[in-house]
């Protein structure tokens, strides 16, 4: 698999460097364009009958290493996400402004085999960009490029070809999302929501009310840094813990429209279910979403919807409940969570995306000797 590993530019000298090669970039994109937008207007009118590939686009940016100062190869990874992001939008993308208040940020995309790299080093033409090295690269670099934030700062990104081959656990896991608590597991353990939008609040909004851009945008990229490693401390203690995680499809894009907009996208669901995908993948664990329908309502003793269960959102602030019909005693997520690993255990096919040390564990499982006793015994 592919992964990409970020080093910071000690851009205090070279930094305007990697500013002049971002523009030369974006004069490339908005070239791609140009053209693409005549070709739309043309393929209306009837007089072409497809869009220009990347290898078209390539032909026609040729000269323009010798007058933009980038590589050739940088220009063909240009032309390359050009037709990747127009495929995907079905349409011409948007311009690349490399000034003004809405300016895009830097982008200088490159293949390994035009640049050299060294330990904390890589080449880049006739410059050389140093960069904090956090971590050892692993695996073989295939691709990468230089990119800016919004404070300014830049950072080379290395997409390297890693082996799939670490050690995952043998336990099994549903996980049920919540806001005050960011993940309840089927085995009672829960995972905290620290809140870091909230905790930073205030000194962001006197950051804005005083118009210093420059403060309020190192306390988002605090807030962002905070949370991101808060997911990744938790996602790898989960996937080096079990070899089989299952998660609801709770929808956040569609949650971040109503008035918890805020909480929702504090809690970044997306982040940690994109995280514990690749991470699965990589240890050679399963990961599976499943429908989380009426898993708060349905007993996970009995497999019954009881009419003392919590229904609508006016029952929101039930968090335990018992269960009228076998009188078992349930908190409200763990009970969804033990549910999730239920629905998730008896979708998976045997032996499906599983290694085969745990396939016939899993078989097993899906024959009945485990599913057929009750689940809160059994997780």
């Avoid at 909230?198 to 962002?224: C, E, P, S």
Wanted: charged share 25%.
């Amino acid at each position: 698999m592919i992964v990409t590993y970020k080093y910071r530019i000690k851009d205090a000298t070279t930094g305007k460097h990697l500013v002049r090669h971002a523009w030369a970039c974006n004069q490339v994109w908005n070239f791609c364009c140009q053209i693409q937008r005549q070709s739309e207007d043309k393929w209306r009118s009837g007089l072409t009958a497809r869009w220009p590939t990347a290898f078209d686009l390539t032909k026609l940016c040729a000269g323009g290493p010798q007058e933009l100062g980038i590589l050739s190869d940088t220009i063909s990874a240009i032309c390359h996400q050009f037709v990747v992001a127009r495929n995907a939008r079905r349409g011409c993308p948007k311009f690349r402004s490399s000034s003004g208040s809405r300016r895009s940020l830097g982008w200088v995309p490159f293949y390994v085999r035009t640049v050299k790299i060294k330990a904390d080093s890589i080449k880049y033409r006739n410059g050389e960009f140093r960069f904090w090295q956090s971590r050892p690269i692993d695996g073989i670099p295939k691709s990468g490029s230089f990119i800016q934030d919004a404070r300014g700062r830049w950072y080379v990104c290395l997409q390297c070809e890693v082996a799939d081959d670490l050690h995952a656990g043998n336990g099994r896991v549903g996980i049920d999302l919540g806001l005050k608590t960011l993940a309840t597991l089927s085995d009672g353990s829960k995972i905290e929501a620290i809140r870091h939008y909230q905790k930073y609040a205030t000194a962001l909004a006197v950051a804005q009310r005083a118009g210093n851009k420059r403060r309020a945008r190192a306390i988002h990229a605090k807030i962002a840094n905070a949370r991101r490693h808060h997911l990744h401390e938790r996602t790898t203690e989960l996937v080096r813990n079990n070899q089989f995680i299952a998660v609801g499809n709770v929808s956040p894009s569609k949650l971040a429209k109503t008035r918890m907009a805020k909480s929702i996208l504090d809690a970044s669901w997306a982040m940690l279910k994109a995280q514990l995908c690749y991470k699965a993948r990589r240890h050679n664990a399963v990961f599976i979403e499943v429908d989380e329908c009426f898993t708060s309502q349905t007993c996970s003793c009995c497999g019954t919807i009881p009419d003392s269960s919590p229904k609508g959102m006016g029952a929101l602030g039930i968090r335990s409940w018992e269960c009228s019909n076998c009188g078992a005693e349930h908190d409200r997520d763990r009970n969804a969570a033990i549910n999730i690993l239920r629905i998730g255990l008896e979708r998976q096919a045997p032996g499906e995306g599983i290694p085969a040390k745990h396939r016939k564990d899993v078989k097993q499982t899906l024959r009945g000797k485990i599913i057929a006793t009750p689940i809160t015994k059994s997780f």
